[in-house]
C-alpha cells in the first residue's frame, strides 16, 4: 500500500522557520514530481512549490525566495524549508507525488497543520 507520511508542522512566530518532510513508501512507487499544496481556512487548495525527478523546481510567487524544495531520492523523501514565514503562510500543508511514467495518477499526504502567528 502506497503511503505518504508528513511531519514537521507546527506553531512559529512570524520570520521563524520550519521544515517538513514527507517520505513515500509502499511497494511499486514510481515516484517523479514531488511537490507540496496548501489550504488555509475557508480557501481552496493552492500549489506552494514541486520538484521534477532531475531537481528542477517551481514555486508560487508569494514563497520564492522564502522557502526551499528539496528532495533525497534514497530515502524517497521531500522536504520544505520554510524562512520568513508570515501569518499567511497559516495552512494545512499536504504533500503531493505523482507517478513518474503517467502524471495523472497522483498521491496525497495526511496533511501538517503550520500556523504562524505571535
Known amino acids: 500500500q502506497k503511503q505518504l507520511v508528513e511531519s514537521g508542522g507546527g506553531l512559529v512566530q512570524p520570520g521563524g522557520s520550519l521544515r517538513l518532510s514527507c517520505k513515500a513508501s509502499g511497494s511499486g512507487f514510481s515516484i517523479g514530481t514531488m511537490g507540496w499544496y496548501r489550504q488555509a481556512p475557508g480557501k481552496q487548495r493552492e500549489f506552494v512549490a514541486a520538484i521534477t525527478t532531475s531537481g528542477n523546481t517551481n514555486y508560487t510567487d508569494s514563497v520564492k525566495a522564502r522557502f526551499t524544495i528539496s528532495r533525497d531520492n534514497a530515502r524517497n523523501t521531500v522536504y520544505l524549508q520554510m524562512n520568513s514565514l508570515k501569518p499567511e503562510d497559516t495552512a494545512v500543508y499536504y504533500c503531493?507525488?505523482?507517478?513518474?511514467?503517467?502524471?495523472?495518477?497522483?498521491?496525497w499526504g495526511q496533511g501538517t497543520q503550520v500556523t504562524v502567528s505571535s
Open positions: 503531493n507525488v505523482r507517478n513518474r511514467w503517467n502524471s495523472r495518477i497522483e498521491y
